[in-house]
Structure formats: C-alpha cells, structure tokens
C-alpha cells in the first residue's frame, strides 16, 4: 500500500491510496464464503453453491468494495499518525480516475481533506469588550411579584367582570340549557374580553360558542357531545352571568411565607422583596452572559482570522448529505456554518492550550441548573436535591443533551478562560437598548 498526499490551493490536499491484493484479499475471501453460506440460488442447497458461482456472481462488487475501505481506512490512518489537522471529513475527490475491477489487481482511490488553517490569537490588555448589565425596572418587580403570589393565591367572588376573571355560566338554545359551564377570561385578547368588560352578575350575552370555546374538543366537553356530532349544530347561545371570580393575592403574612418558602430563608416583607430582586437579576444575568459570550466569540474570531477550505467544505457538505441539499441551499447558511467551524478550531485551540476540561461534576451541575430551570417554569421553585439530581441525570443520559451540556461547559470555560487576558467595561442599560444590542449581534 502506497500514500502519496498533494497539497492544492485553498487549503485542500488530495490523498492518493494505492492498494493491491494483499491489501483486500482477506476481507474478499471472507465477504465471498459469507455470501456462499447465505446465497438462495435455485438448483442448489443453501451453503452448496459452488464457489465458481459466487464469484461470478458477486466477487467484482465485493473487490471494488474492499479495495475502496482497505484504502479509506489506510487514509484517515494516515491522517492520524501525520497528526493533520483537518476540517470536515475526509471525503472521495472528484479528480477520481475510473477504475477497471474485470482486469486490474492494483487500484489508486484519491481523496480529499480540507486543511485546518493553524490558529493564532494575541490578547492583550488593549483587546476591549463590553459586559453589559440590564437595569431593573419596576414593572419587572411587578411582574415577578405577581406571577409569584398568583402560585399562592385562590379566586373570591365578585359583583362585576373588570379584566381577566374566571366566570361560570348557563348556556341556552331553546330547550337546551347546559348549566356551570366555565368562561377563562383571562386567555382571551381584548377584543375577545370586550363583550363581559363591566357585565354583572345574571346579565346575558349574545355569543357564538365556536368562538367562545377554539378547539372542537372544548366545544365538545362543554355542550356535552362528541366532536362529530358538533357539525351542522347552530354555534349561536344565550349566555347568562351566573358566577364571577377573579384571582386575589394572598397577603404578605407568616403564612404566607412558610408556604411559600418551606425552608425558612425567607421570613420579612423586607427579605421577600429581596428575594424578588435577586431572582430578577440572575434571570437578567442568563440573558446578559449569553450577549456577552456572543460578543467574545465574534471577537476572537476577528482577531484569529481564520482562512477556511470553503469550496471543500461546500462538497463536503454535498456529500455527507448525499444530495438532500443542493448546492444553493447550502450556500444559504454557509456564512455561519463557517462561524461555527472557526469558532470550533478557537475553542479547540484554548482546550489544548490551557488543557481545559469538563468533569463530570461539571456536567452534572450544568444539568442540574437546566433542571431547576424548567421546574421554575411550572412554578416548581422548592425542589429538594434529590429530585433535581435524578432529573439532572436523565437529562445526562440523553445522548444529544449529553453533547449539548458538555459543549456548554467547554465553551464558558474558554469564554472564563479568555476574559481575565483582556479589559472587560461594565455598561448598564435598559432593557429596550439590551434587546437592540441582541438583535444586533445575532
């Protein structure tokens, strides 16, 4: 077996493998007497065809075959023990002679490998970025406040519909009259709420129920039949005011606190605000960190300046895809694909570098920390360790979030890694100029 490399322009280099018999010979022999133990051939008994037959049959495939991964294989060795650092995978070229497998014995299987440009990054404390902090307004408190007491309120009774209550009503069309049926105002737009603002209770509406109630499965449920039986049914009730309810917080007490913070670390009016603005401010820190690891990744791939086999990425990507995208599809999101294959090579080159790494513990907190996330999303803010950790390894066990989170880690890492070598300027803004400077940067 041969190997001969020729290096093209663009940063590309063909890898020319040369195999002979010795290189495949084994691997046919045994393809061939597998096919012979399988093949149904009429006339003969299964693993009696004689070997004369199975090669004429199926010899030439299996050749080409074997040939072509005894010298694929020997490639990406090669590529390996020459420690050439690549991009994408190595992949057939199209400068590929044909190859005549009836007569020959020998055979020159050419390949391609995009060329990792080398990277180079001097930082110093000239280098300047900006660590922006969203400043907290009042309606945010208002906001976290409420949907954070509205865990621990409960509905009362009232005389008149201002905005978004709960109401309970009768519903009737001639005879029909279904009772205690339930009217949410508060999923309504305005438009919709506009009819019961300022309605009291036994005041009647005119409403249409195929708007009133979206899915036919609601409809269904209310008016007490099955979804079929809903086509052709006259949509149009009298709607009558029976109950109306609204949603009241609970008071700001003892007992609201010890059911609302079981372990005792909030107890004071004081603290529960306290609580509110630290809650506000590390919701506001997620956003704020993911602008700034943003702006340092495209500043590192600035100052790198990373030359990239472009034309053979593209056929790479052809390839791998075996012609699911065409060429203008892929040319579509070249531009960041290519941002991420540069930024994969910086963050490689800072891993290497300052021998970076994620540890299982590393990981294993990064999940937690995405569990407790999605508890908090269903309101789920007092979940004991256990059940954190245990969803937390769940999520670890999921192959695709496993790389995600690893990923993750490795890449704050670099950005943690990075920041103490250049000047980081703290800058406060309002929330309206930091979803600019987001929309900006992506």
């Known amino acids: 077996m041969n190997i001969v490399r020729e290096n093209l322009e663009n940063r590309t280099a063909l890898f020319k493998v040369t195999v002979g018999e010795a290189d495949y010979n084994e691997a046919v022999d045994k393809a061939l007497r597998t096919y012979k133990r399988k093949a149904n051939i009429p006339g003969f008994r299964p693993g009696m065809v004689p070997m004369s037959i199975i090669n004429k049959m199926y010899r030439k495939g299996v050749v080409a075959e074997e040939a072509y991964r005894a010298a694929s294989k020997a490639c990406f ?37 995009g060329i990792a440009p080398e990277v180079k990054i001097d930082l110093s404390k000239k280098d300047k970025i900006t660590r922006y902090t969203i400043e907290i307004e009042d309606k945010m408190r208002e906001g976290y406040r409420s949907n954070f007491l509205r865990r621990f309120g409960k509905l009362v009774d009232v005389e008149a519909v201002e905005k978004e209550e709960a109401l309970n009503v009768t519903l ?24 019961f603002i300022g309605k009291k209770l036994g005041d009647t509406l005119d409403v249409d129920v195929t708007k009133l109630y979206k899915t036919p499965a609601q409809r269904a449920s209310i008016l007490g039949v ?14 009558t005011i029976t109950k109306i309810r609204k949603f009241a917080e609970p008071e700001i007490n003892e007992e609201f606190f010890k059911m609302a913070f079981p372990d005792g670390d909030v107890t004071t009016a004081e603290a529960f605000e306290k609580h509110i603005e630290e809650k506000i401010a590390a919701d506001l820190a997620r956003e704020t960190e993911y602008l700034f690891t943003i702006d340092v990744r495209k500043f590192l791939l600035k100052k790198a300046d990373l030359a990239m086999p472009e034309d053979f990425l593209k056929n790479w990507l052809y390839t791998i895809n075996e012609g ?17 294959m540069r930024w994969n090579l910086v963050q490689k080159h800072y891993i290497d570098e300052l021998k970076l790494e994620v540890t299982p513990e590393d990981a294993l907190n990064e999940a937690k920390a995405m569990a407790a996330m999605q508890f908090a999303y269903y309101g789920m803010n007092q979940v004991n360790d256990e059940m954190l950790g245990n969803y937390a390894k769940s999520i670890l066990d999921n192959k695709e979030e496993n790389r995600k989170i690893y990923e993750k880690v490795f890449e704050r890492k670099v950005i943690d890694a990075v920041t103490p070598q250049i000047t980081v300027s703290s800058k406060t803004v309002s929330p309206e ?10």
């Open 324 to 340: 699911k995208f065409s060429m203008e599809e892929i040319e579509k999101d070249f531009a960041q694909f290519l941002d991420m």
């Open 433 to 442: 100029d930091f979803g600019k400077l987001v929309e900006k940067a992506q």
């Open 77 to 113: 060795d090669y590529i390996e023990q020459e420690k050439i650092a690549t991009v994408g995978d190595m992949i057939p070229s199209e400068k590929q002679q044909p190859l005549d497998f009836d007569n020959d014995t020998e055979y020159e299987f050419v390949f391609e490998a």
């Open 172 to 195: 009737e069309q001639g005879e029909t009259k279904i009772e205690e049926a339930y009217v949410g105002l508060i999923g309504m737009s305005d438009e919709e709420r506009a009819p």
């Open 226 to 239: 099955k979804e079929a039986e809903l086509e052709g049914m006259d949509p149009n009730y009298k709607l």
